[in-house]
């Protein structure tokens, strides 16, 4: 597909569960992101991926999120044992080169989490 | 401590009048000023970007002009119309390899016809 894609759009899972959350980038976009957007809150970055470099966690909530990104493309977030608050919307990002800061993100649609 | 402040939190604006939103920073190492505009139930999608080795840029109907001094920005939508209605996000980034945007909260605008 032309844009980035991400699976499911929608997941509504029971407090205590574990959840996956799939992101395919743009063919070619070394440089990948995932944020969370709460309600009213804005876009809060969680990690970032550059090629083969070790990602950037500096921004995951806690020890229960962790994200990979295999063959320096598809990523998966990964929620452990899932909360209340972590009810969002998850955004992957990615561009074409991590290295221009003014190189545009493109956005997925995102994936609306519910934890009940 | 929030490093981009966005105001209004929502905007109501008649078909034909400017929208304007506004943003102000901390950092700054911040170089890269982008606006995006959401719609529901789709991800944010880039509108327009600055520098700040400009004041001002303008593509159509929308403009963004830039005061370093202040650390501020401001996005306006002139002639604004209902499909403008829209979540929008004002953002900024570091020059520096793999640093991600930090995004305002947001501004809701509604344009009544």
């Known amino acids: 597909g032309a844009g980035v894609s991400q699976s499911p759009s929608n997941k509504v899972t029971e407090k205590g569960k574990d959840v996956e959350l799939r992101c395919d980038p743009i063919?070619?976009?070394?440089?990948l992101y995932w944020y969370r957007q709460s309600l009213g809150q804005g876009l809060e970055f969680l990690i970032y991926?550059?090629?083969?470099?070790?990602?950037?966690k500096s921004g995951l909530p806690s020890d229960r999120f962790s994200a990979e990104r295999t063959g320096g493309s598809v990523s998966t977030l990964t929620i452990q044992r899932t909360q209340q608050e972590d009810s969002a919307v998850y955004l992957c990002?990615?561009?074409?080169?991590?290295?221009?800061?003014?190189?545009?993100?493109?956005f997925g649609p995102g994936t609306r989490l519910t934890v009940l | 401590q929030q490093q981009v402040k966005q105001s209004p939190q929502s905007l109501i604006v008649q078909k034909g009048g400017i929208s304007i939103i506004n943003c102000a920073y901390e950092?700054?190492?911040?170089?890269?000023f982008p606006w995006y505009q959401q719609f529901p139930g789709k991800g944010p999608a880039l509108l327009i970007a600055i520098r700040p080795d400009v004041s001002e840029k303008k593509e159509g109907r929308f403009t963004i002009s830039f005061n370093k001094s202040a650390k501020q920005f401001s996005l306006h939508i002139m002639d604004s119309q209902p499909g403008d209605s829209a979540t929008y996000f004002c953002a900024a980034r570091e020059d520096q390899a793999g640093t991600a945007l930090i995004f305002g909260k947001g501004t809701t605008l509604s344009v009544s016809s």
């Open positions: 990002a990615s561009n074409r080169d991590g290295g221009t800061s003014t190189d545009t993100q493109y």
């Open positions: 063919s070619g976009h070394t440089a």
């Open positions: 950092n700054t190492a911040f170089d890269y």
């Open positions: 991926f550059q090629g083969n470099s070790a990602p950037d």
